[in-house]
């Protein structure tokens, strides 16, 4: 089924470093969408990037789509420990389909 | 301040025991969605509305059902049908169908024993 796959799993950095997480998927999307999960708490969108854009920069974030290798990656620049959390992927095929997550990275920022 | 309520936060039932989880809104969202989440996994999703007195089956639908009555609103029920319920369930609107951007609650964890 088409979903994303974040890459690592888990992700362990000290504060001030900065924290990539990559995400691949397997058909054709509209747009590509990242989220963020504090521990017991709801999802938080982050950013979305439609296919037809390269980079999008948010903040401290920055996100990069490569439709022709199927990949997106987060960039979490100059990190703090309040950006530990679990960070997800999901892809959006447009034409009123589901939206699809991936199973998440945990990310650890060490004060 | 808008956004989306889910209550309770913590649920205890025995097996056997329908449960309903509360999901409100005030964000004038047309589409609601219901996703679960066990430990480790992405979500995925139950049910979702598009508009009102409307609903779709999502992935993972048996043993669950919901209603539509009100914009505000999707309550979603948990049967004695739904083989393993204990989880963590989020609810989630957007401005229209189409999934994009999804606000969410911060969810209720659901215990059946």
């Known amino acids: 089924s088409q979903q994303g796959e974040e890459d690592p799993q888990a992700l362990s950095i000290q504060e001030g470093e900065n924290a990539t997480m990559n995400c691949s998927y397997k058909?054709?999307?509209?747009?590509l969408q990242w989220y963020r999960q504090n521990s017991g708490r709801g999802l938080v969108h982050l950013i979305l990037i439609r296919s037809n854009e390269r980079e999008k920069h948010s903040g401290r974030l920055r996100v990069t789509l490569d439709t022709s290798k199927k990949s997106s990656s987060l960039l979490i620049t100059a990190s703090r420990a309040a950006d530990t959390a679990s960070y997800f992927c999901a892809t959006d095929l447009g034409a009123n389909s589901k939206l699809t997550f991936g199973k998440g990275i945990t990310l650890s920022v060490r004060p | 301040d808008g956004g989306i309520t889910q209550s309770p936060k913590y649920l205890f039932r025995k097996e056997g025991q329908n449960v309903t989880l509360s999901c409100e809104q005030n964000?004038?969202?047309?589409?609601m969605y219901w996703y679960r989440q066990d430990p480790g996994q992405g979500l995925r999703l139950i049910y979702y509305?598009?508009?009102?007195?409307?609903?779709q089956k999502g992935d993972i639908a048996e043993g669950y059902s919901v209603s539509r009555e009100k914009k505000e609103s999707f309550p979603l029920t948990v049967t004695s049908a739904q083989k393993n319920p204990t989880a963590f369930y989020l609810c989630?609107?957007?401005?229209?169908?189409?999934?994009?951007?999804?606000?969410f609650g911060n969810g209720t964890r659901l215990t059946v024993t």
């Open positions: 964000l004038n969202h047309d589409a």
């Open positions: 509305s598009q508009i009102v007195n409307d609903f």
């Open positions: 058909t054709s999307i509209n747009n």
């Open positions: 989630a609107s957007s401005i229209s169908a189409g999934f994009s951007p999804l606000h």
